[in-house]
């Protein structure tokens, strides 16, 4: 409801399992450059447990609530599932809504999970877009970001602000809300709305089930367990800008502070991922999902250099996910890590070969909009026929590094 220079490929690093607990010991796994990692601080910290406020206990309810919706069958739960780290636990690309349940979305459904210290949409001082909620930072906070999937007519379809207030007003939980935010408070039907959007953002907040950091990689980071072989040379692999170059967006470091790692760093990419024929508005040839540029957000509409630009997500929880990418292309992660590092050397693996023999590569974007596709960094600076990245190998290793991001662990 609310809602990834043509160059020989390089040597392979072998990184020792000893060097990276010497790392560890001396207190820099944190700035994984000396790890043959990624650079940059996270803002995100393991919370201490707090009082959930009667807001954020109200926004509970109405998180869970079907009758907030058109059909009366869809809340925010039913496509952000508490046990899938709050997102979604079938495998459609997207998601249906709507007044009868049947109208398909456009986008796939993201995790809720650690996006509390998500910041606003902005431009840094090189330019570079950052931040924001939503699959194209359209929304600013929390709160805001809920407000479309209530009115979207693929979701939860309420014609507008009005009728969710009227349906709020039956709940079973009605004098709750009025406790929370006054007993005048449907005196104003914006107020009573803006309200019950600052009652979901609360619980998201301030409920620890959404940011837990008790993964097996924070425990790792705590000293108070051990990855495996196979995973330390994931994590090796994950973070060195030569190999997974992973890093380098989903940020893996401490922060300076000592804060834990959210594994992005809120910036925006194209990734030329393919067009999903399964997503129904796809079969509208001059249909495009631009991110950045529309057609959902408009108010860059006019900056093409940013056409096919979508937020890099969060990393945590990514094996527990069952579609990748905003458009929900793949299926599986080892899919989505081998189009990371296969896109450009083996691109038939994924993209439509035309009668002639030749690739149709970034098939999801006009001729106009190709030359924005990242081809520069590693692993996509790659061309036909060479070797990827991360071999067969390498690739399992990166995967059991990524279960590692899975809340929940027990040893």
């Not at 431009?123 to 805001?144: M, P, R």
Request: aromatic share 10%; net charge neutral; with cysteine.
């Amino acid at each position: 409801m609310f809602f990834l220079n043509r160059n020989a490929p390089a040597k392979a690093v072998h990184v020792s399992r000893s060097y990276l607990v010497r790392c560890l010991s001396l207190g820099i796994l944190g700035l994984l450059s000396a790890c043959g990692g990624g650079s940059g601080s996270q803002n995100s910290s393991a919370e201490p447990a707090q009082q959930i406020s009667a807001a954020a206990l109200v926004g509970e309810k109405i998180f869970k609530d079907t009758s907030l919706s058109a059909s009366g069958k869809m809340s925010c739960a039913t496509c952000h599932l508490p046990e899938n780290a709050y997102a979604q636990t079938n495998d459609l690309s997207v998601q249906l809504g709507g007044s009868d349940m049947t109208v398909p979305g456009f986008r796939a459904v993201p995790s809720l999970r650690y996006l509390h210290l998500t910041p606003a949409f902005g431009f840094d001082k090189d330019g570079k877009a950052k931040g924001g909620f939503t699959h194209d930072g359209s929304a600013n906070t929390l709160a805001s970001q809920a407000e479309t999937p209530l009115l979207a007519a693929h979701e939860m379809a309420n014609t507008d602000r009005a009728s969710v207030v009227e349906k709020l007003k039956r709940s079973a939980y009605v004098n709750e809300f009025k406790a929370a935010f006054g007993a005048g408070i449907f005196d104003n039907t914006n107020a009573a709305f803006e309200r019950l959007l600052f009652a979901l953002q609360q619980y998201q907040k301030e409920d620890a089930d959404f940011h837990p950091y008790d993964s097996k990689y924070d425990q790792f980071l705590a000293g108070k367990v051990k990855l495996s072989d196979a995973e330390l040379r994931g994590l090796a692999l994950f973070n060195n800008p030569q190999k997974g170059n992973c890093a380098a967006c989903h940020t893996s470091a401490k922060g300076s502070d000592g804060s834990l790692p959210v594994f992005t760093d809120y910036s925006y990419d194209n990734l030329g991922v393919p067009r999903n024929r399964s997503i129904p508005a796809t079969a509208d040839p001059t249909y495009f999902d631009f991110g950045l540029c529309g057609p959902d957000r408009q108010d860059l509409k006019n900056r093409s250099e940013l056409c096919g630009a979508f937020k890099v997500p969060t990393l945590r929880n990514v094996a527990t996910r069952k579609v990748f990418f905003h458009n929900g292309q793949m299926h599986s992660l080892r899919d989505a890590v081998n189009f990371y590092v296969r896109r450009d050397t083996n691109p038939e693996e994924w993209f439509p070969v035309m009668v002639d023999g030749t690739v149709w590569k970034f098939n999801d974007l006009p001729p106009d909009y190709l030359a924005n596709v990242n081809t520069k960094e590693v692993p996509y600076n790659r061309q036909r026929g060479m070797a990827a990245a991360l071999t067969a190998d390498e690739v399992e290793d990166v995967l059991k590094f990524l279960s590692t991001l899975t809340d929940g662990y027990k040893p």
